[in-house]
């Protein structure tokens, strides 16, 4: 049986690998007020998409898809337009692309492809209160999400922890307690032949 990495992990390694290895691979979940908040904020968006898409496209539905090809799940709405025609929808926060967004589209087109048996390179992205707009991914686009993945796969099957990263993100990295990254780099200024990935 198959074991699928969540396209949210994907956009935790984009982050930061060792954020990833640390809650994928060793299944530590912190819960915070942040967290929480943040995901009511998603669900809040993803409830105006369905209402304003329900007005103005014939059929909203949410999908749960795996691709066994790139071992992915995902999860988006799919909107039918009155003219029959089926997009991934996906939702934008930003007025530019980022990369975490680029992922998630990306990851939710391969596994429609896969379910679909067809070339999808499009998608409609949902920019909160009421725009939708439609988005071609390039063919470039699409390569540097595969291999961002194909280097995922890689690190979590090396069994080592990937090391900290020295970034301003670690102030509101939610696994500043188990990741240890400051202690590390107190050992490894002591001991300097100490590995960084510290287990
Ligand atoms: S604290 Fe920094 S290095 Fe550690 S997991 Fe979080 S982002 Fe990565």
Redesign the pocket.
């Known amino acids: 049986m198959n074991i699928y990495i969540p396209a949210s992990t994907l956009i935790d390694y984009i982050?930061?690998p060792?954020?990833a290895y640390?809650k994928f691979i060793l299944r530590e979940k912190p819960y915070s007020a942040n967290i929480i908040q943040r995901k009511y904020d998603y669900i809040k968006n993803e409830e105006q998409l369905f209402k304003y898409a329900k007005n103005n496209f014939k059929k909203t539905e949410k999908i749960f898809l795996e691709s066994d090809r790139y071992l992915i799940s995902t999860s988006f709405y799919l909107i039918t337009t009155f003219c029959d025609k089926r997009f991934p929808a996906f939702i934008g926060k930003h007025a530019h692309l980022s990369l975490y967004l680029l992922a998630k589209i990306v990851t939710g087109l391969i596994c429609f492809e896969e379910a679909s048996a067809k070339n999808i390179d499009r998608c409609l992205i949902f920019y909160p209160p009421e725009t939708i707009n439609l988005f071609v991914v390039s063919e470039t686009e699409k390569q540097m999400i595969l291999e961002l993945l194909k280097r995922m796969l890689i690190t979590f099957e090396s069994g080592i922890i990937p090391n900290?990263?020295d970034?301003p993100?670690?102030n509101y990295?939610n696994?500043?307690s188990v990741?240890l990254?400051n202690e590390i780099r107190k050992i490894k200024a002591l001991h300097p032949l100490v590995d960084e990935t510290g287990r």
């Open positions: 982050d930061c060792r954020k640390l900290p990263i970034s993100r670690c990295c696994l500043g990741c990254k």
